[in-house]
């Protein structure tokens, strides 16, 4: 079974891009979407998508609020 | 701010009473980006240096910069005594000497165009999207959208359907961007009026707090959505917005 942090990589490498081209992925854990630049339309998207993949409920804010794409999977394991 | 290559990168766009919304052009050029970067202080440096691609990296040194020099103008202040404090949804508002400065301003930006709006007083909120066919519309329609959004949405085809997606989302944008909510906001809680769906200025009010009455005008057009909101009543966007 994949790690969140896996299923988070893959999410991201699927779904979300800068600038019309992929997000390059594995992305540090340690950074955040804010550092990867992702627009405000596509948080919320990417909200979205992470709570059908994990059935969890999770706002756009909070997306951006975790200072860390570590912190958002210990965030989803905590509340899935 | 130099402008180098002698043209000017940035220039005002709109106003709406005693609001601006100036236009930041964000087409890569290292020039520009050099001389942003001096505007910058250290704490935005360690941010900027944060970002992980050119793009993002870019927008944020332009605007930022352009920001800095039109607050500094409007305020009489150097660009060393201007700093930025943040509201707990994230908003920025300016501080000069630990006291939150005498203006109201919001910046926004997407692909290669930025837009930032400022005035003496009056909370205001400005979004601007560049169109982006490719993106998964579907996706967040079911998201962020209120049923007769949706049913206004499913009606069009094409760029008709694109054109009113982006202008929806900028209207509801501004909004929570002008409340300082933010995202805490839930967009598909309140739906933009009939009437602004249709025209280019109107006044709105969210569910939770029908007594407060805010102005939307929509300044976007065939490059681009964008939407500036205004508190209604306040000094802020005068009597023609």
Known sequence: MPSTADRLQNLIAENLEVDGKPVSTPVDMNSSLTAIGVASMDVVAFARLIQQEFSVQLAPEQCTELATLTQLAEFIDANS | ?241
């Open chain 2, 1 to 241: 701010m130099p402008a180098p290559g002698g043209l000017p990168w940035w220039g005002m766009m709109r106003e709406i009473g005693a609001i601006r919304v100036a236009h930041v052009d964000l087409t890569p050029h290292a020039g520009r980006e050099a001389s942003a970067l001096l505007w910058l202080d250290e704490s935005e440096q360690v941010q900027w240096r944060r970002f992980l691609y050119p793009g993002p990296r870019r927008r944020f040194a332009l605007c930022r910069a352009v920001l800095r020099s039109l607050l500094c103008r409007q305020l009489g202040c150097a660009n060393t005594q201007l700093n930025f404090g943040y509201g707990c949804h994230g908003k920025p508002f300016a501080v000069i000497g630990n006291h939150p400065a005498p203006i109201s301003f919001n910046v926004s930006h997407s692909d290669r165009r930025g837009l930032i709006a400022y005035a003496p007083q009056g909370k205001l909120g400005v979004d601007v999207e560049e169109y982006d066919l490719r993106r998964d519309m579907e996706l967040l329609i079911g998201t962020v959208f209120g049923p007769s959004e949706r049913a206004d949405l499913a009606q069009l085809h094409g760029h008709h359907k694109v054109r009113l997606f982006y202008k929806l989302w900028t209207i509801k944008e501004a909004l929570i961007k002008a409340t300082g909510a933010g995202f805490s906001c839930d967009v598909a809680k309140f739906e933009v009026p009939p009437a602004l769906r249709q025209g280019t200025t109107g006044t709105f009010t969210f569910p939770q707090h029908p007594t407060k009455e805010w102005r939307v005008e929509y300044l976007g057009n065939e490059a681009f959505a964008g939407s500036i909101a205004y508190e209604a009543g306040s000094d802020a966007g005068g009597n023609d917005g």
